[in-house]
DNA sequence: CGCGGACTATGATCTGCGTCATAGACGGCA
DNA sequence: TGCCGTCTATGACGCAGATCATAGTCCGCG
């Protein structure tokens, strides 16, 4: 069932880059949203396709995917409710692809918003222009976390990524263990055998599509020191 | 010798995020610069020192460098003329320390803006707040496709940095085979005979603190298939 | 001109982790 | 309730690339 206006707005107005709009604003855009909804593995838009359009997520969980030119997948980031999509690295204009796969990790809603529409605000409100700047800067900073993560080594890689997701979802975290690979960028097996030396220490228990966290500390000072 | 004001007013129209400023506002821009010099591997601020500056490339080029829990060191960017940074990833607020370290690679000149200013400006300058927009953005992809590089083999990361150069300083790439091997992610070693197998396939010439690159196109598709 | 330090180069060895193979466990669906 | 696909798990093997060792070359500087 569609969502009331009264709903998309109060949702609108409380993530960044609308919360900057006046209510007009935010009333405008909401009239704009069609709303989408997708099953575990279903595919919101693939890399290369035609980009026409910004994502926001309403509920579920979107992982943002890319290949290895040996065919692995690996996860560019995971993303929950109110988080955008689709969106800042084509800002620049010279971006009409998506440069990277969008896929639902479970039942997910999430809003579409023609570009035409999101670049008009982007143009009109320099409230809009704001938010987005925050946006893509808090973004960078994630990504620059990432790929120096990516010169770590495997425990390393995954204990990062579990207390990324810690914070996120607290200490239980709803993750396949092929999932938390693809975030870690390494294999499935590789994976396991980390995770099964986790246990060992006591730091987490794995769980079926899950993991919970015990030890946070301890996982915490394994990504500084080793 | 220091820069005229109008030599420096001119350069500072040319590039982002200031091009979207009045005349009036880069000349006031310019009158809160300082200007300073550097030599071959000096510091020019360390990864989690306080920040208070913003910075500019004047001339030379400046490597934003980190260093992983192992102590390798390696290359999140190289910076020429006109490169704004320790700036972009503190926007969001949060950003007291500089998150990496700033060397300079050769001689160099930069020029030195205080937060206080650069955030006066932004907050005043709807211009400006477009321009740091634009930016964020473009280093985002940038990023990005450097964490997506991060997964594959090390000749496809080193040809990737390669071609990249190449777009930037032209066949000749004016770089040590250190400095690729820290902008690669990967050892000294590893890179040599990277190279050296380039070279014995005719793709460039190794020479001292330089690579002419000959076969771009073989070197392109190199990134594309293995 | 000759010294010393950065740069370039190559071989030998070791190892983290990717790959392949096998198998049990859980849960949705008929 | 039983089947099948996804998820979890572990062992064996091989290789890319890090590490260690050694050495030649270029160039700035006294």
Redesign the pocket.
């Known amino acids: 069932m569609p969502l009331s206006s009264a709903e998309l707005q109060g949702f609108l107005s409380r993530i960044q880059p609308f919360s900057h709009l006046t209510r007009g604003e935010i009333k405008e855009v909401g009239s704009h949203l069609r709303e989408a909804g997708y099953q575990r593995g279903q595919t919101i838009y693939n890399e290369g396709d035609a980009a026409d359009s910004v994502w926001v997520v309403f509920e579920g969980r979107v992982q943002i995917l890319k290949y290895t030119s ?1 065919g ?1 997948t690996f996860a560019i980031e995971s993303l929950g409710r109110g988080e955008l999509f689709g969106t800042l690295c084509r800002l620049g204009g010279n971006g009409k692809c998506y440069p990277c796969t969008a896929v639902a990790a479970g039942p997910t809603k999430v809003l579409r918003i023609l570009d035409r529409v999101f670049l008009d605000f982007y143009v009109r409100s320099p409230g809009m222009v704001r938010g987005v700047c925050a946006l893509c800067s808090r973004r960078l900073k994630d990504v620059q976390d990432l790929r120096c993560m990516g010169q770590e ?3 390393v890689r995954v204990a990062t990524i579990l207390i990324r997701l810690f914070h996120v979802h607290g200490p239980v975290i709803p993750f ?3 999932e938390i690979a693809e975030l870690s960028g ?5 994976t ?2 980390v ?2 030396q986790f246990q060992k220490k006591g730091l987490l228990l ?1 769980l ?2 899950k993991i919970q966290i015990k030890k946070f500390e301890d996982l915490k000072t394994l990504t500084d020191t080793l």
């Open positions: 040996e692995r080594s495997v425990p396949t263990k092929k390494t294999t499935l097996e590789t396991f055998r995770l099964t794995s079926h599509k």
